[in-house]
C-alpha cells in the first residue's frame, strides 16, 4: 500500500509540471497529458526498480522527454493552428498573462528542431542542471552546450530573447 500512496503523492505533487514540459516540447496540450500519462504508468510499472521515490521523478521526466522525442520522429509536425495554441494550457507557460510572448515563445520553440527544444525546455524552463540535462536526454553535457547555444541563437533571431530585456 506504501507504493501506492508514494505514487499518488509524486501525480499529486509532479503532474502539472510534466504536462508543461510535454506542452512546451510538443506544442499541443492533448498530446502533453497523454504524454504525461504513459510517463507516470511506466514510472508506476518500473517503480520496484528505482529503489527510492525520490528517484521517481527523475525517472518519469526522462521517459517523457524519450516518449515526445520518438513521438515527434513519427508523427507529422505541420503547421498548427493559432486557436489551438491560444486554446487551453497556453497561460501554463508563464503566470504573467502576456498572451502574445507565449504565443511567441511556442511558436518559436514549435519552429526548433525536436532536440534544441528538449535541451531548451529542461534547461531554461525547467531550470535542469547541464550535467541532470544531459543525463535525461543521454547526451554528453558538451552536446547540451552546443544545443543550448545553437536553439538560443534561433530564438535571439526571432527577437524573444531581447523583448523583456532578459536572456536565459
Known sequence: MARDDEFAALVAARYRALVRTGLLLTGDTGHAEDLAQSALVKTYLAWNRLREPANAEAYARRTLVRLALR???RRWSGEIA????????????TDTGHDDLVLDVRRALAALPAAQRAVLVLRYLDDQSEAETARLLGISPGTVKSRAARGLARLRQ???????GRTP
Open 71 to 73: 513521438a515527434r520522429q
Open 82 to 93: 493559432s486557436g489551438q495554441i491560444h486554446g487551453r494550457g497556453a497561460d501554463s507557460l
Open 158 to 164: 526571432a527577437g524573444l530573447l531581447d523583448r523583456e
